[in-house]
């Protein structure tokens, strides 16, 4: 992780549109989260203040001051998804995994976070695992779910 | 997924004719054609897999078909879905396939017949919404009734969503099959203010909430005399419950950009931007696909089709913002900033993105767009009611029957799209009430079924049409709870810049929290509402302006349940666990044990086949044991009530 890493990507979003975002979603990909020398760098390269990139990092939910875990289990708590039983799905995740909501396992190993609406409504509740999505989640299967989604990926192990 | 065939630009009406020739031979290639719906809800029912094993499948037996993904043809509570269409016969829809149908229905394939275990319904006719021509398909079989024959697809309409689920999203040759760009070759030939006359003609208005009539949005962004100007398709669908959105973007892209280049022609915009929420990865990358087919084609670039039109896209992916869904938010994120509104006028049409004339419109706007301008003004008008022109498409989701997307005409009535589609409440419960428009919309109660879905009335009953969420709502939720779910939805998304919003839902959640775990007060009622009123009135963007819609119509419809929380302590749904106890009937019991099973905190007592106690002390009130009771013994009370 060098200052180049971080000018590099920036190099490569060209575009003004979206540009600040588009590399603050690079950067949150590739190290999981935004480090402080990263938004350093980037703003020098940009020409822009410290300031306004801290700003956008804090306030869009997608990113990161602290390194996320390697999987990221998020559990839909959209409208249907809520009167589903979305609470009850959280709930024995934090059991499972033994973080609270927002947290990383202490092995970097997960995060599980609540997200807003992954718009498959008529499936709820769904919960997202890495970017993909499964279907009518129930509390007690969410062990199986999280085995067969993510190999080798028992919570707890 | 990428295809091959015509590389070079598409410069006329020649060339167009070419790639719509192309695409009539993948959608009715003269051999089986099995498409399946790999939309994101059909991914989550496990398509993907569908998809592998019915490939593997041809393969073994080495049937020569064409398989290809597809967009979601709406019926999402069924997926996967899978359709069939062998030359000369009607088109089979398939639902709720599991990988072990595979085998079973490409042997029926193969010998010429229906797989019936899991046939839905047939379809006989294509009808290309874009031209009016109709392409029959070929008679049903006799043992399988019509899809449009079906509750949830006979009120139906399919405008904006004419392609989901028919075409291959990754193929601009089938979307030109379907008469797509053909509206845009025409219009590149005409007047753009006489597009624009149709569009104002055809009395479209916005999709995404607020209703702005369409036309006149374009006609003022095309009177802002500027050499630079923007369009952007707001794509942010950040309301919890609808995902129309997400669904034309995943299954018609195209329909989309024609829509944006047609708009480009009009108000002399050269850049386009599509801000698609980050949520929806599948969009992102299928549109993303899109305009590099539209691209190479010479359908966007430089000098579109001869015309002298020069217009590009990109799409700008959204970080979890919903107040970015407002569009001078919108536009502060993609200069880059936090997503924070600022006061209108100036109105993004003259002043929008980096300070130059910007037109946005919602994606269901777009996609509507080629229709209009191919069939005119009058033909999309003569649809709907008299201040709501046209279709609108409903995620008609929640404690319903058939799940899904909807299109109907506006002015259907809630009753048509809740009982009629949606086949009523699941289970045979009692519907409650029926929410629309998300976060900024209203709860409406049952006893308003014939209600007639338009922008007028939907206001009037105290909601929104919003962007088309449609939450199907039955005995068993709570309306108190809903108020407080909203209410904690728009307390986070608040940006935080003017004090009303941030203050005043701040103190609405903590007044609605305090009523779900008891420690409600009579004058309670009165705060919410006055306090309701300010943040609505006193909001910069519409996010405050309609973040207490939740509460206002709840107190409005369901004041009683709200009392039952405060005076009585008890939640008639059972919803609220600080107000709920849980006791077991004895002279119903039969000492199965289920419960105690079922139970996560070892609260039930009794053994053998003795009826079974709780023990206060111990119950998390979480409700399992009164789901899996097999003999319905168990009940829940308030803990205000007598005898609780």
């Not at chain 1, 600040?20 to 979603?25: A, D, F, G, Q, R």
């Not at chain 1, 980037?42 to 869009?60: D, I, W």
């Not at chain 1, 993909?132 to 192990?157: C, F």
């Not at chain 2, 193929?171 to 007047?191: F, K, M, P, T, V």
Request: aromatic share 6%; hydrophobic share 35%.
């Amino acid at each position: 992780m060098t200052g180049n890493e971080y000018t590099d990507i920036v190099k490569r979003h060209t575009s003004p549109n979206g540009r600040v975002l588009s590399i603050l979603e690079e950067i949150q990909r590739k190290y999981r989260h935004l480090p402080e020398e990263a938004l350093r760098a980037a703003a020098e390269e940009l020409n822009l203040p410290l300031s306004q990139l801290y700003g956008v990092a804090t306030f869009y939910t997608s990113f990161s001051l602290q390194p996320r875990g390697e999987h990221i289990i998020g559990v839909c708590h959209g409208t249907v998804c809520h009167v589903k039983g979305a609470a009850r799905v959280t709930a024995e995740l934090e059991k499972k995994l033994g973080v609270s909501e927002g947290g990383t396992t202490g092995d970097g190993k997960f995060t599980l976070e609540s997200v807003k609406c992954l718009g498959c409504c008529s499936l709820a509740p769904v919960v997202s695992i890495d970017g993909s999505v499964h279907a009518r989640v129930k509390p007690e299967t969410v062990d199986e779910l999280i085995k067969s989604a993510i190999p080798g990926g028992a919570p707890g192990d | 997924m990428t295809e091959g065939g015509i590389k070079h630009r598409v410069e006329s009406g020649r060339d167009l004719q070419a790639l719509e020739k192309k695409g009539l031979e993948l959608l009715y290639p003269g051999r089986p054609r099995i498409a399946v719906a790999m939309a994101s809800c059909g991914r989550a029912a496990g398509s993907g897999r569908i998809y592998e094993s019915i490939g593997d499948e041809l393969e073994r037996r080495g049937l020569d078909a064409s398989l290809v993904p597809a967009g979601c043809p709406g019926l999402c509570s069924r997926e996967p879905l899978v359709t069939v269409l062998e030359p000369g016969k009607a088109r089979i829809y398939y639902s709720g396939v599991q990988p072990a149908d595979a085998g079973p229905l490409v042997s029926a394939l193969a010998g010429g017949e229906v797989y019936q275990k899991r046939a839905l319904g047939a379809e006989v006719e294509d009808r290309l919404v874009v031209t009016g021509r109709q392409i029959d398909l070929g008679p049903p079989p006799g043992n399988l009734g019509l899809l449009a024959d079906l509750d949830f697809y006979r009120p139906q309409v399919r405008l904006a969503t004419r392609n989901c689920g028919c075409i291959n999203p990754f193929s601009i040759h089938e979307y030109a099959a379907r008469g797509g760009y053909r509206a845009l070759a025409e219009a590149l030939a005409g007047d753009p203010s006489g597009i624009i006359a149709e569009i104002k003609k055809s009395g479209l208005r916005g999709r995404g909430g607020a209703g702005f009539p369409t036309g006149l949005k374009w006609e003022i962004t095309a009177g802002s005399g500027h050499d630079e100007k923007y369009i952007i398709c707001n794509g942010d669908e950040g309301d919890p419950g609808a995902y129309m959105d997400r669904s034309i973007l995943e299954g018609d892209p195209h329909s989309v950009l024609e829509g944006m280049i047609i708009g480009a022609y009009c108000m002399g915009a050269r850049h386009g931007i599509i801000y698609v929420r980050a949520e929806y990865p599948l969009a992102i990358k299928t549109v993303g696909h899109a305009i590099a087919q539209a691209r190479e084609l010479g359908l966007l670039g430089e000098n579109i089709l001869n015309s002298g039109l020069s217009f590009d896209v990109e799409v700008v992916m959204g970080a979890g913002a919903f107040v970015c869904g407002e569009e001078t938010a919108l536009i502060a994120s993609i200069e880059g900033h936090p997503g924070e509104p600022r006061p209108r006028p100036p109105y993004p049409a003259r002043q929008g993105l980096w300070g130059k004339p910007t037109c946005i419109n919602n994606v269901e706007t777009l996609a509507n767009i080629p229709l209009i301008a191919g069939r005119g003004g009058d033909w999309y008008a003569g649809l709907g009611t008299a201040g709501s022109r046209g279709t609108k498409v409903f995620a008609l989701v929640g404690k319903v029957k058939n799940s899904g997307l909807v299109e109907v005409p506006m002015g259907t009535t809630i009753g048509d799209i809740v009982l009629g589609a949606g086949g009523g409440p699941d289970g045979g419960r009692k519907l409650k009430a029926v929410q629309t428009g998300g976060p900024s919309g209203g709860c409406i109660p049952a006893s308003l079924v014939d209600l007639p879905v338009d922008y007028e009335s939907l206001t009037g009953a105290g909601t929104i049409m919003g962007s088309g969420g449609m939450v199907v709502m039955d005995e068993s939720v709570c309306m108190v709870d809903m108020a407080r779910y909203f209410m904690t939805f728009a307390a986070g998304e608040s940006c935080g810049k003017c004090t009303p919003c941030r203050e005043g839902t701040a103190e609405i959640l903590d007044i609605l929290d305090r009523i779900t775990q008891g420690g409600g007060r009579p004058e309670d009622l009165d705060t919410l509402d006055e306090l309701s009123r300010v943040v609505k009135d006193a909001s910069l963007c519409g996010l405050g302006q309609t973040a207490t819609n939740p509460v206002l119509s709840t107190l409005r419809y369901f004041r009683s349940e709200y009392e039952a929380h405060i005076k009585d302590k008890h939640c008639p749904a059972g919803v609220c666990r600080n107000l709920t106890v849980y006791r077991i009937n004895p002279e119903l019991c039969i000492g199965c044990g289920l419960c105690a099973e079922e139970c996560p905190g070892g609260a039930i007592l009794g053994r053998d086949d003795q009826p079974r106690v709780i023990s206060q002390e111990s119950c998390t009130r979480c409700g399992a044991c009164y789901r899996i009771c097999p003999q319905e013994a168990i009940f829940f009370t308030g803990r205000g009530m007598p005898g609780a």
